[in-house]
């Protein structure tokens, strides 16, 4: 969006917003609960996911 009036040297203001979903981490070691008498339980599970909100304002240094 132009914040200045047509003629003018632009001003321009940007807004972004960007969801980024990097998967499922896995890892650790196999733990035993209840002294082996049960089954293992996974060490880290863990599901990453990331927002981004970018304010910008762009002024150029040269006018075409």
Same mark, same amino acid.
Do not use: C, W
């Given at each position: 969006?132009?914040?200045?009036?047509?003629?003018?040297?632009?001003v321009?203001?940007?807004i $972004? &917003?960007? &969801?980024?979903? !990097?998967?499922t981490a896995?890892g650790?070691?196999?733990? #035993? $609960?209840?002294g082996? $008498?049960?089954?293992? #339980?996974?060490?880290?599970? !863990?599901?990453?996911?990331?927002q981004?909100?970018? #304010?910008?304002?762009?002024?150029?240094?040269?006018?075409y």
């Amino acid at each position: 969006m132009q914040l200045t009036p047509p003629g003018k040297p632009p001003v321009i203001l940007e807004i $972004a &917003y960007r &969801y980024y979903d !990097f998967g499922t981490a896995q890892g650790g070691t196999d733990v #035993v $609960a209840g002294g082996g $008498a049960s089954t293992p #339980v996974q060490g880290l599970t !863990f599901h990453n996911t990331d927002q981004v909100l970018s #304010v910008s304002l762009r002024i150029p240094l040269t006018r075409y």
